[in-house]
């Protein structure tokens, strides 16, 4: 709904929550490195997926208890740009940067100290009057130890794992189209129209559907 058709109650209510969405990340920064896990998969809708066969918060507390205890000693997770957009009073969608910091064993007993370049895809539900993860769909443009810099493809290189790449760039067309374009310097580029209020992120996806979390 265009601002200009809000009501001043609509209008507040959608500061409010904006306001909560973005308290949502921060959360989810803070009790992921806490090893807070209540407090953690309570961020999310009671029937969370977490796989084909399996959803709610139980499954998701034991998947991350297995995970974070096998994976990493310690995190911290800085969360920067969030760009949030609704589909109506309940849903909404955006996008949060994250920068964050593993400490990480390796099988041979050494450990490293992995820094991480991110961003997440979210989609955000109200239910009955609290604002909750529907899901996160996180796309990685490098990890790598501290004092490897990664150049070049296929930049997450975790210990004892081949390098692959993190699908960073994948959710927007852009970044392929503008490295397959050759512009002509002696020609004034066009301006394309900007996006519609609230619709920014839908502009930038060349109105393609939400990204697909695949479930394994």
């Known amino acids: 709904m265009p601002h200009s058709d809000m009501t001043v ?3 507040i209510d959608r500061l409010e929550s904006l306001d909560a969405i973005r308290q949502l990340a921060a959360k989810y920064s803070l009790s992921l490195d806490m090893r807070d896990l209540d407090a953690h998969v309570n961020l999310f809708a009671h029937d969370i997926r977490i796989s084909r066969e399996l959803s709610g918060r139980a499954h998701m507390k034991a998947w ?11 995190t911290s997770h800085h969360i920067g740009n969030h760009i949030i957009e609704f589909d109506d009073a309940d ?38 009057g609290v604002w909750y993860f529907r899901r996160r769909l996180p796309c990685y443009w ?20 081949e390098a692959y790449d993190g699908a960073y760039h994948e959710l927007f067309p852009s970044w392929k189209a503008f490295w397959e374009q050759k512009p002509n310097r002696d020609i ?17 996806r060349r109105n393609a559907k939400f990204p697909k979390i695949r479930v394994r």
């Not at 940067?97 to 895809?121: A, F, L």
């Not at 790598?144 to 794992?161: Q, S, Y």
């Open 142 to 161: 490098y990890a790598t130890d501290l004092n490897a810099p990664p150049v070049g493809g296929n930049k997450m290189r975790w210990p004892d794992r």
């Open 188 to 204: 004034l580029p066009e301006v394309a129209k900007a996006a519609p209020i609230g619709q920014f992120l839908k502009t930038m």
């Open 9 to 11: 109650d609509q209008r």
């Open 64 to 74: 991350l208890d297995d995970t974070l205890r096998q994976q990493f000693t310690g």
């Open 91 to 128: 849903h909404a969608h955006g996008i949060v940067y994250s920068k964050n910091e593993h400490e990480t064993p390796r099988k041979d007993g050494g450990i490293d100290w992995v820094i991480m370049q991110m961003i997440y895809w979210d989609n955000y539900e109200r239910i009955d």
